[in-house]
């Protein structure tokens, strides 16, 4: 069975800072690309940073871009996503997804597995 689970949500002030987590099984990580994604109320899922199967490689959203960092770890089989200088508009439930294909990393589409979320607020 294939388990993606984030944890590391919270409550933050803005400005804070939070570092997120999933914890990947049932799978073989390494033939995996990953992304974290998020979902603000009212608003579509939108993709946040996206890392390849051996960290070469890393994407991020504009908006994200210098104040988020996505790594992974292939023996640990963890994906994170550290989060500094949050903002009010930071806060949305997040998502962690893995992707076996060669398609876009930024579109939904391409993911095949996904966790069931941890809801980040940022308090402004």
């Known amino acids: 069975q294939v388990r993606l689970v984030e944890s590391g949500g919270g409550l933050v002030q803005a400005g804070g800072s939070l570092r997120l987590s999933c914890a990947v099984s049932?799978?073989?990580?390494?033939?995996?690309?990953l992304g974290w994604f998020r979902q603000a109320p009212g608003k579509e899922r939108e993709f946040v940073a996206g890392?390849?199967?051996?960290?070469?490689?890393?994407y991020y959203e504009d908006s994200v871009k210098g104040r988020f960092t996505i790594s992974r770890d292939n023996t640990k089989n963890l994906v994170a996503l550290l989060m500094n200088s949050l903002k009010h508009e930071d806060t949305a439930v997040y998502y962690c997804?893995?992707?076996?294909?060669?398609?876009?990393?930024?579109?939904?589409?391409?993911?095949?597995?996904w966790g069931q979320g941890t809801q980040v607020t940022v308090s402004s």
């Open positions: 997804g893995a992707t076996s294909g060669y398609g876009d990393l930024k579109a939904m589409s391409a993911y095949i597995y």
């Open positions: 049932g799978i073989t990580m390494n033939n995996y690309r």
């Open positions: 890392v390849d199967w051996k960290s070469t490689y890393t």
